[in-house]
């Protein structure tokens, strides 16, 4: 089946869990910037739960539908209809023939996901279908969608349609400060410049994007007059460059770099930076490695457990 781009919106890309293992090679992980929203989309119509999917950012897509579609939107809130009839999020939706669905402007976060039933058919570029538009490879010829592009649905998923209980996806775990270990050159900052990086509140910044969350607010000064020789760079990590205002390093970042990192966001904590708008508060805790872990495991016991039986 075709899907017809009548209006791109204002980036959406293809997406799926990422290609990982390339960063020797200066290759960027890539995937959804909310991979839990991307998972919960695809669960509810089926498919593989990281099948390729559209991440729209802030103004979304309107798509033309060839046939009929079984669809799902998740992520931040977004104004979505067919012809006068909304359409609700976090739930399966069937699509007629020739139905244009028409999303508007994003809320309450920066990023909707759109997955289709089958998932979208693109070619796989080192294991993954997404869009490095650094490198102009994967999703749509390494590019944003334009008007006048043609997806094609695939043949994937198979799986029966999930439904999620009431006020589930409301009831994610820990809405409070984003939580973090400690970064590979935290011995560079003195224990109260630590302390005061905890303490401080930062805003998101309007000159974001999906390789770096530059945030505005307290600067975090370096005990070190040297220069940091060029490193890896770990997906989360939290680079203090010389003007002292944090970057989280994100799905699109570098894979080296020469600032040195006061922390690491945790994995359980990652899809929430996928959706700090501008302006948007930021705090950071700090937790051991243990309480990292356990996290991650209770966000998949949540994911496990926010089904209807």
């Given at each position: 089946m075709n899907i017809g781009v009548v209006k791109p919106g204002l980036s959406t890309t293809v997406q799926d869990r990422g290609r990982f293992g390339y960063a020797h090679l200066g290759i960027s992980p890539c995937g959804a910037a909310d991979a839990l929203s991307l998972r919960i989309a695809n669960l509810l119509v089926g498919n593989d739960e990281y099948a390729p999917v559209l991440e729209m950012t802030l103004l979304g897509a309107t798509l033309e539908f060839e046939q009929g579609a079984v669809m799902a939107l998740s992520g931040a809130r977004c104004d979505c209809k067919?012809?006068?009839?909304?359409?609700?999020?976090?739930?399966?939706?069937?699509?007629?023939?020739?139905?244009?669905?028409?999303?508007?402007?994003?809320?309450?976060?920066?990023?909707?996901?759109?997955?289709?039933?089958?998932?979208?058919?693109?070619?796989?570029?080192?294991?993954?279908?997404?869009?490095?538009?650094?490198?102009?490879?994967?999703?749509?010829?390494?590019?944003?969608?334009?008007?006048?592009?043609?997806?094609?649905?695939?043949?994937?998923?198979g799986q029966s349609p999930r439904r999620?209980?009431?006020?589930?996806?409301?009831?994610?775990?820990?809405?409070?400060?984003?939580?973090?270990?400690?970064?590979?050159?935290?011995?560079?900052?003195?224990?109260?410049?630590?302390?005061?990086?905890?303490?401080?509140?930062?805003?998101?910044?309007?000159?974001?994007?999906?390789?770096?969350?530059?945030?505005?607010?307290r600067p975090v000064?370096?005990?070190?007059?040297?220069?940091?020789?060029?490193?890896?760079?770990?997906?989360?990590?939290?680079?203090?460059?010389?003007?002292?205002?944090?970057?989280?390093l994100f799905v699109d970042q570098q894979t080296t770099g020469g600032y040195p990192k006061i922390a690491n966001v945790i994995a359980a904590d990652m899809h929430r930076i996928g959706q700090i708008r501008p302006r948007d508060d930021v705090r950071f805790s700090e937790v051991s490695l243990t309480v990292a872990i356990e996290a991650l495991r209770a966000q998949q016991q949540w994911m496990e457990a926010i089904w209807q039986k």
């Open positions: 067919v012809g006068q009839y909304r359409v609700a999020q976090d739930s399966a939706v069937s699509i007629p023939g020739g139905g244009v669905l028409q999303c508007g402007s994003i809320t309450s976060g920066v990023r909707t996901y759109l997955a289709i039933q089958g998932g979208l058919d693109v070619p796989l570029v080192m294991g993954s279908a997404s869009t490095d538009l650094r490198g102009g490879f994967g999703g749509v010829a390494g590019r944003r969608l334009q008007a006048g592009d043609m997806l094609k649905t695939g043949t994937g998923g999620l209980r009431t006020g589930a996806v409301d009831d994610r775990p820990h809405p409070g400060p984003i939580r973090v270990t400690r970064g590979a050159q935290n011995d560079w900052f003195s224990p109260d410049e630590w302390t005061g990086f905890l303490a401080a509140g930062y805003v998101g910044s309007e000159q974001s994007d999906r390789a770096g969350l530059r945030l505005s607010g000064k370096s005990s070190q007059s040297k220069q940091l020789l060029t490193d890896g760079i770990p997906l989360g990590a939290v680079q203090i460059p010389q003007d002292g205002q944090p970057i989280i």
